[in-house]
Each structure stands twice: as C-alpha cells, then as structure tokens.
C-alpha cells in the first residue's frame, strides 16, 4: 500500500498566487485532515473531513480551502499565497473506528511563500 | 475541547527507561488516549493508544490513571532512535468535538543521550 502520498514535496509561490496540495490514500479511510507545522512548533489543524462531501474547519482554517468529492481525495487550496503560510504542511487519515482509528500521516509538502 | 499538558522537554541517557507523563485533567468519558512521535524531518506516527487499561505493543507501553485524567507513555529502553519530539491527544469516539478535530499541543521533546 501507498498509504497517505502527498504531492508536491516542495514549492515555492510568490506572494498572491495559488495553489493546491494534494492529498491521497488508498486505505478506504473516512477521516482525512490537513496540519501545518511551522518552525519548532506543533501541528496545528487546518481543516478536516468525515467522509466525502463532509468537511469542517481546524484551527487555523483563514486563507485556506478544501474538499471531499472522494473517499481518497482530499486536496488543500491556498486562494492567495502569504509569507504567513511559509510551513510544513501534513496531511492525515485515519478510520474513524470509535475513536481507535490510529493516524496515518503523509511525508509532508513544505511550502515557501516570497 | 478535552486539551493535554505535557512537558517540554525530558532527557534520557540510552538503554534506560523513560516515562513521558501527559496530563488530561477534562478528559471525557469517551476520550480515547492516543499518543505519536515525530523523528527528526518526518511526518508523526502511531505509538500507542488506550482507553482505560495499561496498554502494552512492540514500541512502548501505555499507563493510564485510574481518574484517567493523566497517562504515561513508557519507552522501557531508550535508543537513539527514540530521539523525537511526542505528542499526547484525545480522540473521541463518540461524535462529540474532539471525534474529528484532534488537536496536537507542542509534544515533549526527547533527548537520548549516548
């Protein structure tokens, strides 16, 4: 199995673009999440879904889109880049299985915005 | 939200045990334990989780409080592999606010020393 794939591992934006990252995994997992991480801290939730067509907003959601269409799916827009949004950022699945369902990450995109 | 409290910090020195303590004093009765680690450049993986019993896999071993308001995750003998930064959160099972939206905190960072 793949697992969790994130594409792109790397990318560098000027300020005011867009872009999406992608997120797929091929386990049939319901719960699907993306995190930053900025230097020396810890993730912080972006936005999540349930299920397809199901999804709801983390912590720090401002400046950033998602969507379910699929179970597999589960891509992070960024409208308009910042210097703000210069991170790490993860994404995540799980079952959702009662609370058990343990997470799986994916290897991380690191973004750069100039 | 149930939140957790852990350390900064801990060091170890190598081929001892080490006990990372985490505190969940509002935890909700359907909070599931769960605790990951994140190495050096990578996403965090699964480590552990429980309920209300000791927990024991091939990685570490889990001790919950019988109140369950604090857990311990113990590595009985640390290598330098084990150098990682851990993260305590709760996980709902049953729908309620913490079922989707898991929040890390800024984790413990270890250190193990040779």
């Known amino acids: 199995n793949a697992g969790v794939t994130q594409t792109p591992k790397f990318q560098v934006l000027k300020t005011g673009q867009s872009m999406t990252l992608q997120c797929a995994q091929d386990m049939n997992h319901e719960y699907m999440s993306w995190y930053r991480q900025d230097p020396g801290m810890g993730l912080r939730l972006i936005h999540y879904s349930v299920g397809a067509g199901i999804t709801d907003q983390g912590e720090v959601p401002n400046g950033y889109n998602v969507s379910r269409s699929t179970t597999e799916d589960f891509p992070l827009r960024l409208l308009s880049a910042a210097p703000s949004q210069t991170s790490v950022y993860f994404c995540a699945s799980s079952y959702l299985g009662f609370g058990t369902g343990e997470l799986f990450f994916g290897e991380g995109s690191r973004l750069t915005v100039l | 939200d149930a939140k957790t409290t852990q350390p900064n910090s801990m060091e170890s020195n190598e081929e001892e045990p080490v006990h990372l303590p985490c505190n969940h004093s509002t935890i909700s009765g359907t909070d599931y334990i769960h605790w990951y680690r994140q190495l050096p450049s990578q996403g965090p993986e699964y480590v552990i989780h429980g309920l209300t019993s000791n927990v024991n896999n091939r990685m570490a071993s889990l001790a919950i409080a019988e109140d369950r308001k604090s857990s311990t995750l113990i590595l009985h003998r640390a290598t330098l592999r084990d150098a990682a930064v851990y993260y305590c959160?709760?996980?709902?099972?049953?729908?309620?606010?913490?079922?989707?939206?898991?929040?890390f905190g800024q984790g413990t960072i270890l250190t193990v020393h040779p």
């Open positions: 959160i709760l996980r709902d099972y049953a729908g309620g606010t913490s079922y989707g939206k898991l929040t």
